[in-house]
């Protein structure tokens, strides 16, 4: 008798316990609602403002066990553009299970006391019910998210099949699984998954059928908030198979395609080291073997601030021009505006005096490797204390020195050329031949205009720079020569109106006026 009274006191004090814990963690998790939504936001506007959209939530309801609130997408008050129409919302409900132990939780056996979990869904409305006829009348994706008391946030997210068929229109994905990992400031992040497969099924501007399949699309990476307010982390993607074909034809097949990107703080934690490594392991077109290629690309010393200001300028003349009405309505205009607004702030970017590094760029087939190796030290033109007065000069202001060498094997190269004209409808002898007059041809040509050398069956390129010298295949020269060998004329710069002319560095001749100036012939 007394060991029952025993036992049913224990489960009456745990039941106590469990529902003054999960009152009071109910309690404090509403509390915090409002600084993760303004964390939120403010990591929205940062990353991503031409999305001129904000979060916020709505009809929040406490229980003692769980509580349900909903989640709102919208556009940010105040923008100009957004993804998002005017009153158009994303809403997902929000299923609380209220900690130390959730009985979501629970149900999977995760006998870790947590503030809280979240089962979150799409609600269908105007704005996703196209998104709800691709998952054939479902939500097109499950969230369930774990709260720590920390508030630490780890979401598994189940992305379902989806399916959309219009005439001879198809879209088809496997669904995939994905784990996002966040810390409670929103500074961290890490998400990894995988799909297993898609389809897509249309017709291009000729009216012909075009087939895209994908095999095993796996993501994973993280990134970290930077004290300059800019991204530094992992990413990784591979694909291990995607064929493209045309009218039912195999037009191209990617096999073993990987993307690994890298970017990490130095020491004194002032500047950004980025690393690129790329890799195909084989591509096919038409059937026709290809070859392979990869490539391993590194930057370093890029000045966090300046990366920053770059951000900021680069954002802001995007956002300006969405919010011009029309500019849409023409996308080659726009893509060269955002183009111009790319390269006009890219000189912020010179600040650190970054280097880049290509080592190498190859291209693989059975006969042999072309690799181009890269190696070029900047300059911040802010720095220099002269204004430019030639081509040659305004070079010298953003590029301290340059060493590259490119190296490409004649059977290789015969071979790709083979490939290529078995492509356009040779047969294989006449290919052959018509690939080794080609390569030689080109051999020929690079030495006559000394661009290349030949040496042990190799064709080959080697150019380096500094100090307004050039040395090409050994052969040095200054920049101004260099350049007259393509038909570029060292020509002067005009000081801009109402600005005296620059000062002459001594040992230099001064410019010829423009209106005087003679017609400068290519070396």
Same mark, same amino acid.
């Given at each position: 008798? &007394? &060991?029952?009274?025993?036992?049913?006191g224990?489960?009456?004090?745990?039941?106590?316990?469990?529902? *003054?814990?999960?009152?009071?963690?109910?309690?404090?998790?509403?509390?915090?609602?409002?600084?993760?939504?303004?964390?939120?936001?403010?990591?929205?506007?940062?990353?991503?403002?031409?999305?001129?959209?904000?979060?916020?939530y709505?009809?929040?309801?406490?229980?003692?066990?769980s509580?349900?609130?909903q989640?709102?997408?919208?556009?940010?008050?105040?923008?100009?553009?957004?993804?998002?129409?005017?009153?158009?919302?994303?809403?997902?409900?929000?299923?609380?299970?209220?900690?130390?132990?959730?009985?979501?939780?629970?149900?999977?056996?995760?006998?870790?006391?947590?503030?809280?979990?979240?089962?979150?869904?799409?609600?269908?409305?105007?704005?996703?019910?196209?998104?709800?006829?691709?998952?054939?009348?479902?939500? #097109?994706?499950?969230?369930?998210?774990?709260?720590?008391?920390?508030?630490?946030?780890?979401?598994?997210?189940?992305? &379902?099949?989806?399916?959309?068929?219009?005439?001879?229109?198809?879209?088809?994905?496997?669904?995939?699984?994905?784990?996002?990992?966040?810390?409670?400031?929103?500074?961290?992040?890490?998400?990894?998954?995988?799909?297993?497969? *898609?389809?897509?099924?249309?017709?291009?501007?000729?009216?012909?059928?075009?087939?895209?399949?994908?095999?095993?699309?796996?993501?994973?990476?993280?990134?970290?908030?930077?004290?300059?307010?800019?991204?530094?982390?992992?990413?990784?993607v591979?694909?291990?198979?995607?064929?493209?074909?045309?009218?039912?034809?195999?037009?191209?097949?990617?096999?073993?395609?990987?993307?690994? *990107?890298?970017?990490?703080?130095? &020491?004194?934690?002032?500047?950004? %080291?980025?690393?690129?490594?790329?890799?195909?392991?084989?591509?096919?077109l038409?059937?026709?073997?290809?070859?392979?290629?990869?490539?391993?690309?590194?930057?370093?010393?890029? %000045?966090?601030?300046?990366?920053?200001?770059?951000?900021?300028?680069?954002?802001?003349?995007?956002?300006?021009?969405?919010a011009?009405?029309?500019?849409? %309505?023409?996308?080659?205009?726009?893509?060269?505006?955002?183009t111009?607004?790319?390269?006009?702030?890219?000189?912020?970017?010179?600040?650190?005096?970054?280097?880049?590094?290509?080592?190498?760029?190859?291209?693989?087939?059975?006969?042999?490797?072309?690799?181009?190796?890269?190696?070029?030290?900047?300059?911040?033109?802010?720095?220099?204390?002269?204004?430019?007065?030639?081509?040659?000069?305004?070079?010298?202001?953003?590029?301290?020195?340059?060493?590259?060498?490119?190296?490409?094997?004649?059977?290789?190269?015969?071979?790709?050329m083979?490939?290529?004209?078995?492509?356009?409808?040779?047969?294989?002898?006449?290919?052959?031949?018509?690939?080794?007059?080609?390569?030689?041809g080109?051999?020929?040509?690079?030495?006559?205009?000394?661009?290349?050398?030949?040496?042990?069956?190799?064709?080959q390129?080697?150019?380096?720079?500094?100090?307004?010298?050039?040395?090409?295949?050994?052969?040095?020269?200054?920049?101004?020569?260099?350049v007259?060998?393509? *038909?570029?004329?060292?020509?002067?710069?005009?000081?801009?109106?109402?600005?005296?002319?620059? #000062?002459?560095?001594?040992?230099?001749?001064?410019?010829?006026?423009?209106?005087?100036?003679?017609?400068?012939?290519?070396?």
């Amino acid at each position: 008798m &007394k &060991k029952s009274l025993v036992a049913v006191g224990i489960i009456v004090a745990l039941g106590v316990v469990w529902t *003054g814990g999960s009152w009071y963690t109910g309690k404090q998790l509403e509390g915090r609602l409002a600084d993760m939504v303004a964390q939120a936001n403010a990591q929205l506007a940062s990353t991503a403002p031409e999305a001129g959209i904000q979060l916020a939530y709505q009809n929040y309801q406490r229980g003692v066990f769980s509580s349900h609130l909903q989640m709102v997408v919208k556009q940010a008050n105040g923008a100009k553009s957004s993804w998002l129409k005017p009153g158009q919302s994303i809403v997902l409900d929000e299923n609380v299970s209220h900690g130390p132990f959730p009985m979501a939780s629970l149900k999977t056996f995760n006998l870790v006391p947590a503030m809280a979990t979240v089962e979150s869904k799409l609600v269908n409305n105007e704005a996703s019910k196209h998104l709800f006829e691709l998952a054939k009348g479902q939500s #097109p994706f499950d969230i369930s998210t774990r709260i720590s008391y920390a508030g630490d946030t780890r979401s598994d997210i189940s992305l &379902k099949p989806l399916n959309y068929e219009n005439g001879e229109e198809k879209v088809a994905f496997s669904g995939g699984e994905f784990q996002l990992d966040a810390d409670r400031d929103g500074n961290a992040f890490a998400l990894n998954g995988n799909m297993e497969s *898609g389809v897509i099924n249309a017709v291009n501007e000729y009216n012909q059928k075009v087939l895209v399949t994908f095999n095993n699309l796996k993501t994973s990476g993280d990134s970290k908030l930077t004290s300059f307010a800019e991204r530094i982390g992992n990413q990784k993607v591979t694909l291990d198979k995607m064929a493209i074909s045309v009218e039912g034809k195999e037009l191209a097949l990617l096999d073993g395609m990987t993307i690994d *990107g890298k970017s990490n703080l130095s &020491k004194d934690g002032k500047t950004i %080291d980025a690393t690129l490594d790329y890799a195909l392991n084989s591509l096919k077109l038409q059937g026709q073997d290809m070859g392979s290629s990869k490539l391993a690309l590194k930057i370093g010393q890029i %000045d966090g601030q300046a990366w920053h200001q770059f951000s900021q300028q680069y954002n802001g003349q995007v956002q300006a021009l969405l919010a011009q009405p029309g500019v849409m %309505d023409n996308p080659e205009v726009y893509q060269q505006k955002v183009t111009e607004a790319f390269f006009g702030a890219l000189p912020l970017l010179l600040k650190g005096e970054p280097v880049i590094t290509v080592a190498p760029l190859s291209w693989k087939n059975s006969k042999g490797e072309t690799t181009f190796n890269l190696s070029l030290f900047l300059k911040d033109p802010s720095q220099a204390t002269i204004a430019p007065q030639t081509l040659a000069q305004e070079v010298d202001r953003s590029v301290k020195s340059l060493d590259s060498k490119l190296v490409i094997p004649m059977d290789m190269a015969t071979e790709f050329m083979t490939q290529v004209a078995r492509l356009e409808g040779y047969q294989q002898a006449e290919a052959e031949k018509l690939a080794s007059q080609q390569v030689k041809g080109l051999a020929a040509m690079g030495q006559m205009f000394r661009i290349t050398t030949q040496q042990d069956n190799n064709i080959q390129s080697s150019l380096q720079y500094s100090n307004g010298q050039v040395s090409l295949n050994g052969n040095k020269m200054p920049l101004a020569e260099f350049v007259g060998m393509f *038909g570029v004329p060292d020509v002067a710069i005009p000081a801009p109106q109402g600005e005296a002319p620059a #000062p002459v560095p001594q040992g230099e001749a001064a410019p010829v006026p423009e209106a005087a100036a003679p017609a400068i012939a290519p070396n």
